[in-house]
């Protein structure tokens, strides 16, 4: 049970003089149940290589595996897999329509068939999920602020039960609170409903914070695949990508720079304190 | 009095429900008072819906005070007779690139204020050429923005603002759609400006990491200005701004986090350096 892409090229505008290799031969596997983030430049191919998880593009070459089955084959059911597999754009916000939260959020399940009571059953559930106060379910969408907009419109697509949920920049624009709870809520719903998570964000401490695993991409390939840890070592690439490195493993190499033992692997403020902690501790028995 | 002032600003947002009916009341300033000197670098931050933007959207008149008075370069914003004159000493730079570009190419973007005020025509291409020199789009000048990064596509913005020779520049999260090379980029220009320039600096961001080269900084909340100071001043209340919903660079948390374990660190640490330092000296 995964997302595998073999081999996979997309060309936009192919024979066109405006042709452009957007992806280039990327293969990879997104086994289930991981938290993974996509990192990457302006244009690197983070939003073509994400459109091709849930089939709304096809690739120009090689093929998109879900579950064992290769989803560009004839017959397959793309409907079933773009249930299965829960896009969220940028901005989701500005796809809110209904008249009302609780409406807004039952359209997706109603257009699985799902029976009324069904939908909002699992509307309700999704808008605990993503912390919606329950006293604005039947508020219009247009009256909430910007952090509760997108958290509506985020359980709009964990309402159809996706297995697999991709959120492209899902924090982008929100007070650091409002971030922090998002990615809070994503990290319990991985944690409590087993979904595989896909987040794709230009915030290094939130990726270093929140996932398992890093794709980096560069110019339409994946420079990087690893953990957190190894990839933000190689700080010096990731910059010459146009990326950094969260501000920790700077602070982590200039203290190992003048001399102070610590672990420049360390990604988070709780690492950081921990390893500066011990480093501390060290110096101070020699002293003595 | 400063480039940019504001006594007992208010501001109410009407909501029409009926018709005939009374307007539901949304007060989102609520009677602020600011004096920004000219030439200053000054950061506004607050959580979504704590009233920055409205404020921002005061300075250049695109929105009217309710109650209160708001003052641009000594004019008020309430006289309808002063508005162009008001935009033209206040420009503006919203979150979004692809909102605010309209030419199909750059320097034709960037000359498109000029050219609307009647500005003949040599003197607009001396400030095209000097607006995307002053933030390093020179060499893109006869490119289409639509193939421009984001970074690259602000900072066209951010020229076609120059073009204008404003006082003052405000902008309302410019950096939030941008990859990091993207914020390095215009922050990098409207430094840049603020330094040589001496162009005083609005920035309205939720990146803590931008404030830190600030002269001072406002926090609002609830349509008021809750906390104001340097960004040492007010990073140094870490406690304080989470209760706000904010945040303060991760070097300053680290450093609040040792400090709090024991260590001997002084409060409000704002770059790598300075703590690199303290843990030296340290023992």
Redesign the interface.
Known sequence: MSIKLEHVTYTYSPGTAYEMHALKDVSLEIPDGQFLGIIGHTGSGKSTLIQHLNGLIRPTQGRVLFDGQDVWAEGYDLKSLRSNVGLVFQYPEHQLFETDVLTDVCFGPKNQGCTPEQCEERAREALRHVGFPEELYHKSPFELSGGQKRRVAIAGVLAMNPRVLVLDEPTAGLDPKGRDEILDQLKELHGTRGITVVLVSHSMEDIAKYVERIIVMNGGQKAFDAAPKEVFSHYKELEAMGLAAPQITYIMHALKEHGMDVDTSATTVEEAKQSILAALAERREKQC | MGIIKAAKLVFDYLKYTEEGKEPEVNRAIDGVDLDIAEGQFIAIL?????GKSTLAKHMNALLVPTDGTLWVDSMDTAEDDDVWKIRQKAGMVF?NPDNQIIGSVVEEDVGFGPENIGIPTDEIWKRVDDALAKTGMISYRKHSPNKL???QKQRVAIAGVVAMKPKCIILD?PT???????RKEVLAAVRELNQKEGVTVILIT?Y??EVTLADKVYVMDSGRIVMQGTPREIFSQVDTL?KY???V???T??AD??AK?G?DIPSGILT??E??NA??Q??
């Open positions: 607050g959580h979504n819906g704590s979150q990064s984001g970074g999260e939030a759609m941008l990859d990091p090379n993207g939720h803590m990491e989470k919903r904010l945040d660079p991760q070097v948390l680290l986090e040792l374990a260590v790598i350096e703590l690199v843990l030296c340290s023992n």
